[in-house]
């Protein structure tokens, strides 16, 4: 990339970001990313949440480090959650990331 071209649309990379790629360091681990596992459309487990922000039957919102997570569907509800993980069941129609 050169010098004077603008750089895409979107949120800066920090330098310790930068090290945790280039190292291939887990990002989950180092940056306290969350991690988002779904499993069809009946389950879905998110790692390194923050908090519930809104828990509803049609959405449930997480909020995470970084973002907020909307999940979208029927019959949702929290099978069980700790300080770092939480799973979510019912029928999940969409997944929406929030700044």
Not at 72 to 77: F, P, V
């Given at each position: 990339?050169?010098r004077?071209?603008k750089?895409?649309q979107?949120?800066e990379?920090?330098?310790?970001?930068?090290?945790?790629t280039?190292l291939?360091?887990?990002k989950?681990?180092?940056l306290g990313?969350?991690?988002?596992t779904v499993?069809?459309?009946?389950?879905?487990?998110?790692?390194?949440?923050k908090?519930?922000l809104?828990?509803?039957?049609s959405f449930?919102?997480?909020?995470?480090k970084?973002?907020?997570?909307?999940i979208s569907g029927?019959?949702?509800?929290?099978d069980?959650?700790?300080?770092e993980e939480m799973?979510?069941?019912g029928?999940?129609?969409a997944?929406q990331?929030?700044?």
């Amino acid at each position: 990339m050169k010098r004077n071209q603008k750089k895409p649309q979107g949120r800066e990379t920090t330098l310790r970001e930068k090290m945790v790629t280039n190292l291939e360091l887990p990002k989950d681990l180092m940056l306290g990313a969350s991690v988002l596992t779904v499993t069809g459309r009946g389950e879905a487990l998110i790692s390194n949440y923050k908090g519930i922000l809104e828990y509803r039957d049609s959405f449930i919102r997480v909020q995470t480090k970084n973002c907020r997570l909307q999940i979208s569907g029927a019959h949702l509800a929290i099978d069980y959650y700790t300080n770092e993980e939480m799973k979510i069941t019912g029928w999940i129609e969409a997944i929406q990331y929030e700044n």
